[in-house]
């Protein structure tokens, strides 16, 4: 299986990212490439490899993942190169490695907190300097580059304008406008497309073993959206959470509705944040209290000095939990979205398949009983509830306000 195989419905992107792969090769393999000390791919002027890559496109249309296996074709070691086979076979150590994570060579960074911060973003910097230990180039893949701050995109520019000789950095936003100036323009720019639906069927069937009619549901039901659809598939709570968000439509008559199902939304929401935390919070903080040297069994009482690591993780745990509440909340927001989308195929008696074709019914008879311009409206009222959510709005205030105004139309 070549490292390709899981990048769905970007054909046009595999072969751009494999001609730089094989460019690549090359350059590390020529003789004498690397022996004066001097930038391989700054010597070469025709290659179509260069130091920095953004790759940008919708939610669910893989950035990472083709950062990802990019990085591995870079780490390819396979004997078939020799014999003229692509970087990217996906069997030998560099790329399996690279996939799984342990790449000694092959820093991925992902945050699931709100923002990457100077601090983080300097020992990447100081990490990127240093020549690869035993792979081919030192990869370091930002998948949330859009969550720079503006003093962290300050400091990640200087290495991304003279980056080290074997060092290649692949950043990954939503759009290139996520990203500041500085930055985009000294990286090579890929866009990535929303994978058509067939597509991410056929992979939720293939690697993870959906039965066919749940992918295509699944995959119907996110828009192409390849993690959404396979956790929809597989989680009998996202489903639970999915058809509750597709009855509000039906619910927001008066304003007593309008503000339940504002609060239902929130309470959703809070309950996966607590979800994550129970997960992760209590296995987190005992690693602390043990390296700090308080572990269960030894009493119990931190050592003096150190109460201040200790706060700095439940920052960080309260910082995450808020992020965690954000992405569930938004992700009703979009199935919300979706729903209306259909509506509003129904009432211009579009072709397009429904999304939502489990819940046609009420899809009919909100289309009925409205009009496309009021449909419109309604779509223009949950995304500025989105925007208003990335502009710290309390999400209660945020989410009432939406409400009403999906009643008014």
Not at 64 to 81: E, G, I, K, N, Y
Not at 144 to 153: H, V
Not at 379 to 385: G, L
Request: net charge neutral.
């Amino acid at each position: 299986m070549a490292v390709w195989d899981d990048v769905v419905g970007q054909e046009r992107l595999i072969e751009q990212l494999a001609a730089a792969a094989r460019d690549a090769d090359a350059l590390v393999t020529a003789e004498g490439a690397a022996v004066d000390g001097t930038d391989p791919i700054a010597r070469s002027g025709t290659s179509k490899m260069t130091h920095a890559w953004l790759f940008t496109g919708p939610p669910g249309s893989g950035r990472a993942t083709a950062a990802r296996a990019f990085a591995a074709a870079l780490q390819c070691v396979s004997p078939d190169r020799a014999l003229g086979g692509a970087p990217g076979c996906g069997f030998c150590e560099g790329c399996h490695t690279s996939l799984v994570g342990t790449h000694a060579d092959v820093e991925v960074v992902r945050t699931d907190l709100l923002s990457i911060g100077v601090k983080e973003t300097r020992d990447l910097v100081r990490r990127s300097s240093m020549s690869p230990s035993g792979g081919r180039w030192q990869v370091i893949v930002l998948e949330d580059a859009d969550r720079l701050t503006e003093g962290a995109g300050n400091v990640l520019l200087k290495a991304v304008e003279e980056p080290a000789p074997r060092t290649v950095w692949l950043l990954c936003a939503p759009s290139i406008e996520d990203v500041l100036p500085t930055i985009r323009s000294r990286c090579r720019h890929v866009t990535l497309r929303t994978p058509p639906v067939a597509a991410v069927a056929d992979v939720l069937v293939r690697r993870d073993g959906i039965e066919p009619e749940a992918a295509a549901a699944a995959a119907r039901a996110t828009q192409g959206h390849i993690d959404r659809a396979r956790r929809l598939a597989t989680d009998e709570r996202a489903r639970a959470r999915r058809n509750a968000v597709l009855k509000l439509p039906l619910r927001v008559d008066d304003i007593g509705g309008c503000l339940k199902g504002a609060q239902e939304l929130i309470d959703a929401a809070t309950e996966d944040a607590k979800q994550v935390a129970e997960e992760v919070d209590a296995k987190e903080t005992e690693e602390l209290r043990a390296a700090l040297g308080a572990a269960a069994g030894t009493g119990g009482r931190l050592p003096r000095g150190t109460a201040g690591a200790m706060k700095e993780l439940q920052d960080k745990q309260k910082r995450r939990s808020t992020r965690t509440q954000r992405d569930s909340l938004d992700l009703a927001l979009t199935d919300l979205t979706g729903f209306y989308r259909d509506v509003l195929a129904v009432q211009l008696n579009s072709t397009v398949p429904l999304a939502n074709d489990e819940v046609r019914d009420s899809i009919r008879r909100i289309a009925a009983s409205s009009t496309p311009e009021r449909t419109l409206r309604r779509i223009e009222a949950v995304i500025a509830c989105r925007q208003a959510l990335d502009r710290n709005v309390a999400p209660l205030l945020a989410v009432e306000a939406m409400t009403a105004a999906l009643r008014k139309g």
